[in-house]
């Protein structure tokens, strides 16, 4: 499905989420005023680009602007906390990744309900994960990088995007994997 088309279903549904309001809402014209998407990560990241791209498409469609607020920081509970407690008038949006299930499984109190403070739009993209290697390592598969790693042991670095994120948790699933 190429991301227009993934976009044009997401502002159908904001378009039909917008419209199941209370009778006092239904008198205004959405959006009101610009529509802020907050996204929990730094701009320059696969999913601000996808909110970049909804944004320009929603401002379009709705003849209002769609304004992007990153505010990245503690695995995307600050900015998914502000997004919980901002007015639920449709103008104040969450995009966000797998860490608002995440999250939920990792941390016994967080200041938002995860299945109860929001309520779902759209899929707008479904971003793989990577692996990727230096190409100067003597590496062509999954299995002769864990191998490298084994003749190795504290020699090799990785990156990723953070405590709880779907890369920590993979590695953490294929270490306990290793260990039993």
Do not use: W
Not at 29 to 54: C, E, H, K, Q
Not at 63 to 88: C, E, Q, S, Y
Not at 175 to 180: P, S
């Amino acid at each position: 499905m190429t991301i227009i088309r993934v976009m044009l279903i997401a502002l159908a549904m904001l378009g039909c989420a917008a419209s199941i309001r209370s009778p006092q809402a239904l008198a205004e014209t959405y959006p009101s005023r610009p529509v802020t998407l907050v996204v929990p990560f730094a701009p320059g990241g696969s999913l601000d680009n996808v909110a970049r791209l909804l944004g320009q498409h929603l401002a379009t469609g709705f003849g209002r602007p769609f304004v992007i607020d990153n505010r990245p920081g503690a695995g995307t509970v600050l900015a998914t906390a502000a997004v919980a407690k901002a007015t639920p008038d449709g103008h104040t949006l969450l995009v966000t990744t797998s860490s608002l299930a995440i999250n939920a499984s990792l941390h016994n109190k967080l200041p938002y309900d995860s299945a109860t403070s929001f309520a779902p739009i759209a899929l707008l993209a479904d971003i793989p994960l990577i692996l990727v290697v230096n190409p100067a390592l003597p590496v062509n598969s999954v299995q002769d990088l864990r191998a490298l790693v084994k003749q190795k042991p504290g020699q090799l670095s990785y990156a990723s995007n953070g405590l709880g994120s779907a890369l920590h948790l993979c590695r953490r699933i294929v270490q306990e994997r290793d260990r039993n």
